[in-house]
């Protein structure tokens, strides 16, 4: 049974702590720059509504011990970072890229409907690499999910969704990614995002 979470919401459409994904998500989806995380127990997240979310975005809990986290070192800080969300399966999909050390955002897609996390993952780190590429930048991106760097490796976005009428846009911008693979050459370095030693991924949702 999955472990209780409670989310904090410190700008939406309603302000506040919720015991669900599914009442935080009616606030902050699709509302433009939301600003929220979860947590582990009431009392962290009601702590945390009394502060200010730049206290918390930053937060990722490492899940190793510190001789290993000393061998594994640190991530990279002049690189960037990408991750998806997607609610059910398939479902509203969006992604996005943030600088790893000062988390900026620089870009957001979606959400786009039934789509997935893979998906969205793929979709993602080819975004990046075509913006970056204009603009000369080779610095390294970083990715949590093993199966989007695969399929970006092999210039394919293996996806077993089947394509309806709602998801439409997104295969037209898988079908637009898979061709700039196939023309173009980059040389940023793709990396896995180590979440066991550094937590969760700096472009994470916070909707686990």
Request: proline share 6%.
């Amino acid at each position: 049974m999955p472990k209780q979470k409670y989310y904090v919401v410190w700008k939406g459409r309603k302000p506040g702590v919720f015991s669900t994904w599914q009442e935080c998500s009616a606030q902050v989806t699709g509302f433009n720059g939301a600003e929220y995380k979860s947590f582990e127990n009431r009392e962290a997240a009601e702590a945390a509504y009394q502060s200010e979310y730049e206290e918390y975005k930053g937060i990722r809990v490492p899940t190793i011990g510190p001789a290993m986290l000393e061998i594994i070192g640190k991530p990279i800080e002049d690189s960037y970072c990408v991750d998806a969300s997607c609610i059910g399966y398939p479902g509203p999909m969006e992604y996005k890229c943030v600088h790893t050390t000062t988390q900026r955002e620089i870009f957001h897609q979606g959400p786009f409907e039934n789509g997935t996390n893979n998906i969205g993952e793929f979709l993602a780190i080819v975004h990046a690499l075509a913006l970056f590429k204009k603009r000369a930048l080779d610095d390294p991106i970083y990715s949590d999910s093993e199966t989007a760097l695969t399929w970006v490796k092999n210039k394919k976005c293996k996806t077993k969704l089947p394509q309806d009428d709602k998801n439409a846009p997104i295969f037209e911008l898988i079908t637009r990614a898979e061709d700039w693979l196939s023309k173009n050459e980059f040389t940023n370095k793709l990396l896995k995002w180590d979440t066991n030693a550094w937590g969760e991924i700096p472009a994470d949702y916070g909707r686990k």
